[in-house]
């Protein structure tokens, strides 16, 4: 119903700039699971997503172990809602890569989350690159705007 949630009409706070809010009223609170999904998967021993919606910002943590995969992996979906950019999302584990890197991170585009990593020998950060054959286990955490 109109006017449930939190307001903050009361708050008389002003930027340096002189902005105002659009909304006083924080009324788009959600929590939830879903499933990630890596895209390439023949099976899985766990599939664990929770997220926090506040507003238009999306709080996301995951955990996926597949089983065997039958090509390289270069992607999860299933991410809650759409993303309206690219943003990074933090990898806290991720097993039986195929290369050694030294590090590892997700972008998101729509309701995926694209690999992207480095090499101890590459200059910059590999786009797309497949990150198993068989196995993986991947754990995240991050936060985007849907």
């Not at 997220?51 to 991410?79: E, F, M, P």
């Not at 950019?85 to 195929?98: C, T, V, W």
């Not at 990593?117 to 995240?140: E, H, I, K």
Request: aromatic residues 10%.
């Amino acid at each position: 119903a109109a006017g449930n949630g939190i307001d903050f009409s009361a708050a008389t706070q002003t930027s340096a700039t002189g902005a105002s809010m659009a909304s006083e009223l924080l009324d788009d609170y959600e929590t939830g699971t879903w499933t990630p999904t890596v895209s390439t998967a023949t099976g899985y021993s766990g599939q664990v997503g929770t997220y926090t919606k506040i507003g238009n910002l999306v709080h996301i943590r995951g955990y996926v172990r597949t089983t065997g995969t039958s090509s390289a992996t270069n992607r999860i979906g299933g991410i809650p809602f759409a993303a309206s950019d690219e943003y990074a999302i933090s990898i806290s584990k991720a097993e039986h890569l195929p290369s050694s890197v030294v590090s590892i991170t997700m972008r998101t585009s729509d309701t995926f989350l694209y690999f992207m990593d480095r090499t101890a020998a590459s200059t910059g950060m590999s786009v797309n690159p497949n990150m198993c054959s068989g196995t993986a286990l991947f754990q995240f955490a991050g936060t985007y705007r849907g």
